[in-house]
């Protein structure tokens, strides 16, 4: 029995890893990853730190090893695009210009994110196995792996999987150092804390939440005990506060160092005194205020320099942190202050409080929702000094879980769920008290519970791989409605291109192809042969601005169809149809400009949108990509005939 309790969890985490790396042939590049990737394979082969600085050091250099191990053609760091520290444009010319092989790098990059998410589930076991044993540990464990949301970002090259182990790498080790202070934990909790200052800015959150935690130990009148250098001794009262503090600046000493060892222990960014970072200081620093757009309208609101730039300013004059690591800090809230972002049918830079609340209750599964319901009946229903104890003891876990909700409930960046994914461990961890002892009769009908919505869980799971990415629960309507909500990286992050081949390969019949894509996959390595309409933002190949709409097949990201990324955002409104005709009559007696006909070629797009959203799509590819088969005098229709609110 004892051998078998072991094996399962082993057995459990197997599968997690095979689930979330088999599905890589389904998943085409997502928008980030050519970035993150490209930007790690920098930092290792050029010794400079320019390209992409703003998310996380670890997991670009952690995805970038493979690569290095491989004969691959890498792009020269030189020329305009080092100059200006493009790193879209070195994505590109890595992924789909030199010849490599963008599945093979895909799943190299992939399969050291896997093992990061591995190491994040098997945390997430060994954690409510100490608190509630073997049957709430697998609990836990079982709602991790078939979390689609763990299971699609544990498989893409992006710091969202890194970001949600360092915090609960950091909140585990510092918990245990306000209970024992040892050489042992000061050193794992600075080793922890550097590992979650490498995965990504957000881990600036954990000042606030260590804090709260140290408060709510002191709160607990226990001595507590010390061990350092062959010397120990107890600790009470008001002295365990500076001895706490003491322990924990000694670990953020370590954790910075082990920031410098990400830079080479160097300042600069680059060797290159010419060579810049992408945004000059002055603008990210907001030397001048940033002006946001607040609804998309006139009204805008001014961003002064917080306290963010403050430090940023005063760790450069000293030169605190490495030059990169500061830059990325102050580029991250600078574009934090204000994101184009699209919700439920509004378009908005500064973002709503609701959008993170619904796109939990969206896309979490029912079981799940239903277990954290469960979770808190067995917390009222149990003990009082039972629930007591139960509190203490998850400390951490929900003093992160409060303080990481008021921090992305009140956040402007709102552009994906996945801001979300580190507080799915925190609470699949405190869902393993359903598999605690508490009473025979209680326990076996909590056990049955549990099991039951384990089980629905795993089936909501399975039935959307490999599209992991693209869940939604039944109350949005299930992955095919989830678009009327969210998009971008909560659904559509140009990752269904693999699908999208398969299914012309069966259903077109010579027939013209259209296609407005939004991603940074690379359409020609399908051999999609399409007229790209719409997409001008995110497509750098040769193409006509203006090309004929005929009849035939039109492939539509669901990004795209809602034109979250266009100056046609929303319903179609009078003004954008009187500037469509007159646009249209205008370039019909002469060519006019580029720019002209850029600006036609998207209120174009906006009314054939607008036209396709009233019409059911022919097929959905992908959860992501509307299929529309059109016929000439829809395309007539679609374009000409008299506008209808």
């Known amino acids: 029995m004892l051998l078998l309790r072991r094996i399962i969890p082993l057995l459990l985490l197997a599968l997690f890893g095979w689930m979330a790396l088999s599905t890589s042939s389904r998943v085409g590049v997502t928008f980030d990853e050519t970035a993150h990737l490209t930007a790690g394979y920098s930092y290792w082969s050029s010794g400079e730190y320019r390209l992409q600085p703003e998310n996380g050091n670890l997991p670009q250099r952690l995805a970038a090893i493979p690569s290095l191990a491989k004969d691959i053609q890498a792009p020269a760091w030189e020329g305009e695009a080092w100059t200006r520290a493009d790193v879209w444009w070195f994505g590109r010319e890595l992924f789909f210009h030199l010849g490599n092989d963008t599945a093979n790098l895909l799943l190299a990059g992939r399969s050291m994110i896997v093992l990061l998410a591995v190491a994040l589930v098997a945390l997430v076991y060994f954690w409510s196995y100490k608190l509630f044993g073997h049957t709430g540990g697998i609990i836990s464990l079982g709602f991790a792996i078939f979390s689609p949301h763990l299971l699609a970002h544990g498989a893409l090259i992006t710091s969202d999987i890194a970001a949600a182990l360092g915090f609960l790498?950091?909140?585990?080790?510092?918990?245990?150092?306000?209970?024992?202070?040892?050489?042992?934990?000061?050193?794992?909790?600075?080793?922890?804390?550097?590992?979650?200052?490498?995965?990504?800015?957000?881990?600036a959150?954990?000042?606030?939440?260590?804090?709260?935690?140290?408060?709510?130990?002191?709160?607990?009148?226990?001595?507590?005990?010390?061990q350092l250098f062959g010397h120990r001794g107890k600790l009470s009262g008001a002295r365990r506060i500076p001895a706490i503090l003491g322990g924990g600046i000694v670990a953020a000493v370590l954790a910075i160092i082990i920031i410098w060892s990400a830079y080479g222990f160097r300042y600069f960014a680059t060797q290159s005194a010419d060579q810049e970072f992408t945004k000059p200081w002055s603008e990210i620093l907001m030397k001048k205020p940033r002006l946001v757009s607040e609804h998309l309208s006139t009204k805008t609101t001014a961003h002064h320099a917080g306290t963010v730039q403050k430090f940023v300013s005063w760790s450069r004059e000293h030169h605190l942190l490495p030059e990169a690591y500061l830059y990325g800090l102050a580029f991250t809230d600078y574009h934090a202050r204000?994101?184009?972002?699209?919700?439920?049918?509004?378009?908005?830079?500064?973002?709503?409080?609701?959008?993170?609340?619904?796109?939990?209750?969206?896309?979490t599964t029912i079981p799940a929702l239903l277990l954290f319901v469960l979770t808190f009946i067995v917390f009222a229903r149990s003990k009082a000094i039972c629930r007591a104890r139960w509190i203490y003891r998850l400390t951490p876990l929900?003093?992160?879980?409060?303080?990481?909700?008021?921090?992305?409930?009140?956040?402007?960046?709102?552009?994906?769920?996945?801001?979300?994914?580190?507080?799915?461990?925190?609470?699949?961890i405190v869902a393993g008290v359903t598999g605690s002892r508490i009473g025979a009769r209680q326990q076996r009908g909590l056990l049955i519970a549990a099991l039951l919505l384990l089980c629905w869980h795993g089936i909501e799971s399975w039935k959307v791989r490999p599209h992991y990415l693209t869940y939604f629960n039944q109350l949005a309507g299930g992955p095919t409605g989830g678009h009327r909500y969210f998009v971008d990286s909560s659904l559509d992050w140009g990752q269904g291109l693999p699908d999208l081949k398969t299914w012309l390969v069966e259903n077109q019949h010579d027939e013209p192809l259209f296609l407005s894509y939004f991603g940074s996959d690379n359409p020609q390595r399908f051999d999609l042969q399409a007229t790209r309409i719409g997409d001008l933002y995110f497509d750098y190949s040769p193409r006509q601005l203006l090309p004929p709409l005929t009849g035939g097949v039109y492939c539509i990201s669901a990004t795209m169809l809602h034109r979250v990324y266009t100056q046609t955002r929303g319903p179609w409104s009078a003004d954008q149809e009187r500037a469509y005709r007159e646009a249209a009559v205008s370039l019909a007696t002469a060519p006019g400009t580029s720019k002209q006909q850029e600006a036609f070629a998207q209120l174009r797009f906006g009314r054939l949108c607008h036209f396709l959203q009233?019409?059911?799509?022919?097929?959905?590819?992908?959860?992501?990509?509307?299929?529309?088969?059109?016929?000439?005098?829809?395309i007539d229709i679609a374009l000409n005939s008299p506008w209808q609110r």
């Open 169 to 203: 790498l950091a909140l585990g080790s510092w918990w245990k150092l306000c209970h024992h202070i040892t050489t042992g934990r000061i050193a794992f909790a600075g080793v922890a804390m550097g590992i979650l200052a490498l995965a990504k800015y957000s881990s």
């Open 205 to 226: 959150l954990f000042a606030p939440i260590a804090l709260l935690i140290l408060f709510v130990r002191c709160l607990r009148p226990t001595p507590i005990p010390w």
């Open 614 to 634: 009233r019409r059911r799509a022919d097929a959905l590819v992908a959860n992501t990509i509307f299929v529309y088969r059109l016929t000439n005098e829809e």
């Open 398 to 428: 929900l003093v992160f879980v409060g303080v990481y909700w008021a921090f992305t409930i009140t956040s402007h960046l709102n552009i994906g769920h996945r801001h979300l994914l580190p507080i799915y461990p925190a609470l699949f």
């Open 338 to 363: 204000g994101r184009l972002a699209y919700f439920a049918g509004e378009y908005r830079m500064t973002g709503w409080l609701e959008f993170f609340p619904v796109a939990f209750a969206l896309k």
